[in-house]
Structures are given as C-alpha cells and as structure tokens.
C-alpha cells in the first residue's frame, strides 16, 4: 500500500494520522470532562497532573493537524467514495472539513484562555508542554478574555463531540447496515476480506 493519496483511496499517512489524532481526540474530551466536571473537592494535585497531559496533548494535536493540513496539499485527497448519493458525498465533505477546523480551533482557544487566564499578584504562567519543554505565553491575562474562551471552549467541544458522534455513526451504518466499503478507506484490512 502506498503512502501518498491517490483518487480511488487514502494512503498510509493519511490513515494513520486518521486514528492517531483520532484517539487523541477522544482522550482530550474524555480527560477535558472528568478533569472539568467529575472530579470530587479537594483532587487538585490530580487535576494538575490530568491539565498538564490535557495541555501537552492538546498542543500535540495542533502539530498534527497543522502537518495533516500540508499533508493533504501535497498528497491530495480521494475522490468521494464511490459508494455515496451526491447529497452524501457532500455532506460527508462539509463533516471532514468541519473537523479539520475544529480540531484547530479547540487547541488555538485552550491555548487563549489558559494563557489568560491566573490571578492577581500570581505569576503569568507558561504553558507546560512535555518535558522539557515550555510554550511561550503571547498573550497575558486578561480576566474577560479567559472568561468569554472558557465557554467557547466547552462550546465548541460540545460541537466536536455531535459531530464525533454523527461521523462515526455514520461510518458504522455503512459497514454494518449498507454493507458498502466506505469504513473499508480507512480500515483496509477489512477490504482484503471482502
Ligand atoms: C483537540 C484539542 C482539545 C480538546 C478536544 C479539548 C477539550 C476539552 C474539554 C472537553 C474540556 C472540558 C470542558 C471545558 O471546561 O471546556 C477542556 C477543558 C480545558 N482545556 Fe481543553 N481541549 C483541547 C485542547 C486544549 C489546549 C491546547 C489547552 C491549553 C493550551 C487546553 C486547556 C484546557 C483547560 C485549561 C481546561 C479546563 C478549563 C477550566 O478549568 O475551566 N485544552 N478541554
Ligand atoms: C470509531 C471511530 C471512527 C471511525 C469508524 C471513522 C471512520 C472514518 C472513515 C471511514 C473515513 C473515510 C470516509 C470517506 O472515505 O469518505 C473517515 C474520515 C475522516 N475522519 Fe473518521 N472515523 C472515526 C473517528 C474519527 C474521529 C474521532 C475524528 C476526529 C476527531 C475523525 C475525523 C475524520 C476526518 C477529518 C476525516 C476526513 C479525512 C480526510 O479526508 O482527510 N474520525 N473516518
């Protein structure tokens, strides 16, 4: 299997970045919920440890999907399945394109609003990413700021998480019900069988 793109069929860098920021994406929302709303009084020290993976994490994604982005300029992507009506083959183009955005958006507004956020008189934090390294803070407080990107941070991660759920809906619906070899693009092991 080759590693470019080409019409008929995704390549091996596009598949693995799929599942690779895939999983990361569902650990991201997944920590982002306990650590926000599931953790009992008095779990500081565990929601320091879980922020600092939920931070690094996140700026891993932004990379990612900063590289997926060049990737698909220089490889291109594939051709609408062949298996979808015309209606779907554009509604399945706006979800993969809405993603990509989001994927960006939700690191770009984590990274404002920690970067805003802290309280008087404590130091402007730099933002910790895996050791060694540290992200420079542009930003700098600002209590609105920090305010108004927390809520379009939960918002928009409740956005990611309908349209997660509608993708991958629909990609079960079209192994499992129509039979068709759409999820078999991105799972190719399961083409081989057929
Ligand atoms: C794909 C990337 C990301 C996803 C899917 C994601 C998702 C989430 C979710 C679901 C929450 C819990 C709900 C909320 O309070 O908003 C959350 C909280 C949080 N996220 Fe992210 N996030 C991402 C990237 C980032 C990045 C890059 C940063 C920082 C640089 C960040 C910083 C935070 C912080 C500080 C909280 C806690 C908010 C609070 O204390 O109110 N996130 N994130
Ligand atoms: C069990 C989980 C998942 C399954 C079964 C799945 C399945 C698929 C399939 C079959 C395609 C190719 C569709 C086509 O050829 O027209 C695809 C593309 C895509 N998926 Fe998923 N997916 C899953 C999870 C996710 C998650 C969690 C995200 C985002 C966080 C995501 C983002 C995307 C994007 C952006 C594309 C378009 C790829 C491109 O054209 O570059 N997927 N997915």
Excluded at 67 to 92: C, M, N, Q, T, Y
Aim: charged share 20%; proline share 5%.
């Amino acid at each position: 299997m080759q590693c470019h793109n080409t019409k008929d069929a995704y390549g091996k860098m596009s598949i693995a970045l799929h599942w690779l920021i895939a999983l990361l994406v569902l650990g991201m929302l997944a920590v982002g919920y306990v650590m926000e709303f599931a953790l009992p009084e008095g779990s500081d020290d565990i929601e320091d440890v879980m922020k600092f993976y939920h931070v690094s994490t996140g700026f891993l994604v932004l990379g990612l999907m900063t590289f997926r982005l060049i990737w698909v300029h220089v490889s291109g992507l594939p051709d609408p399945a062949p298996d979808l009506e015309g209606w779907e083959a554009k509604v399945s183009k706006a979800v993969h394109w809405g993603l990509y955005a989001l994927l960006i958006a939700m690191p770009l507004t984590g990274y404002v609003m920690s970067a805003s956020g802290g309280k008087e008189g404590e130091p402007e934090r730099i933002l910790p990413f895996f050791t060694p390294g540290v992200v420079p803070n542009i930003v700098g407080r600002d209590h609105d700021l920090h305010e108004f990107m927390e809520d379009v941070h939960l918002y928009l991660s409740f956005v990611v998480l309908a349209v997660v759920a509608a993708h991958i809906g629909a990609a079960l619906k079209h192994h499992f019900v129509l039979h068709d070899g759409v999820l078999a693009r991105m799972i190719p092991h399961l083409a081989k069988k057929d």
